[in-house]
């Protein structure tokens, strides 16, 4: 895996707000907040905020990737330490410098470097001592690049968990060369320049480095008839559709990852990752908080007060409840069990509110049966107000 130049540069876990010591559970519970805020679908037309959501998807790329997040934390370490080790007198940073005059012109000497001459030799392609370490050439296979697409769910099928389809438009590799670049019955050839490196020393004076081949381009190979689809660059834009298993009880703004679904890769390396961002459409009954589900229940005063049994919708079937007498408004009975049945772990419940529902109008009969209950009910709801005592009143001045 390269580091990337951006590495030396961007502090992701600054960018996320998390410590360098964060778990993966808060670096997804920051990044699924910060996402959700800076989303361009949340924010239409402002460019910062587009250019942020982007900023927190790099940093979630990299570290809620295991392998990608231990190299970007080596890539920090070392240059936070100044390339880890030197010998002798080292020059600025504990790095090999050798001055002009002192026995062969000006040199960078990677290999003083410790483990960071790697790093910047790859991102360099710097030659002298750093080169005899056997870097992969341009011409090496490469990993294609992570995509991103989103998926908009049903509340039910969320809950439920469900395999479906999503449909964007990305590079893929050719479906005429399948990846070579040439054309059906041809095949690319070797470099005479570079030999199939896809490298080229070149001395300059004090310095000495290695450039990428200007007539390969970096391949290692030389596409005299190029494929007509691709144009010899062995990818092309196509739409796709890709398969996903979306776990039941998925989180609004959760990310999915398929592996090895993203972008071609280079030189026959292997493709990217594919990650699907989920929005799950909000349920006209049903509410959540994180296994459990929530619903209101209306009952009427008679049921409230004399006590009653009442069916509840749950995500399946229904089940019957029992009013207490003298249930209040806003009372929540949990039913074990019923919410969301995650694929590891024990299940949600149900949590059911009860809402006294008061008629905005009443018929003649109605109206005369609540009337003759009024001099029955002689207890005082608000006597606890001490509302008949004037607020800020006689203090004894």
Known sequence: MAPQREWFDKDYYKVLG?????????ITRAYRKLAKEHHPDANPGNAAAEERFKEISTAYDVLDDAAKR?????????????GGRSSGAPGPGGFGFQPPGAGGGFRFDTDDAGGIGDLLGGLFNRGGAGGRRGRPSAASPRRGDDLETELHLDFVDAAHGVTTTVRFTADAVCSVCHGNGARPGTAPTTCPTCGG?????????????????????????????????????????????????????????????????????????????????????????????????????????????????????????????????????????RVRGRGIVPPKGAAGDLLVSFDVAVPEKLDAAQRAAVEALAPVFTTNPRAHLDADIPVGGDDGA
């Open 18 to 26: 998390v410590p360098t010591t964060a778990s993966e559970k808060d």
């Open 70 to 82: 231990k190299e970007y934390d080596e890539v920090r370490q070392m240059v936070a330490t100044g």
């Open 197 to 333: 490196s896809g490298q080229i020393a070149n001395d300059q004076g004090m310095f000495s480095f290695s450039q990428v081949c200007p007539q390969c381009a970096g391949r290692g190979q030389i596409i005299e008839d190029p494929c007509p689809q691709c144009h010899g660059s062995g990818v092309e834009k196509r739409a796709r559709e890709v398969k996903v298993r979306i776990p039941a009880g998925v989180d609004d703004g959760q990310r999915i990852r398929v592996k090895g679904r993203g972008a071609a890769g280079a030189n026959g390396g292997p493709s990217g990752d594919l990650y699907v961002i989920v929005h799950v459409n909000p349920h006209r009954i049903f509410g959540r908080k994180g296994k459990d589900l929530t619903v209101k229940v209306p009952v009427t005063f008679v049921e409230a007060a004399l006590g009653a049994e009442v069916k509840v919708p749950t995500l399946d079937s229904s089940v019957t409840l029992k009013v207490q007498p003298g249930t209040q408004p806003g009372k929540t009975v």
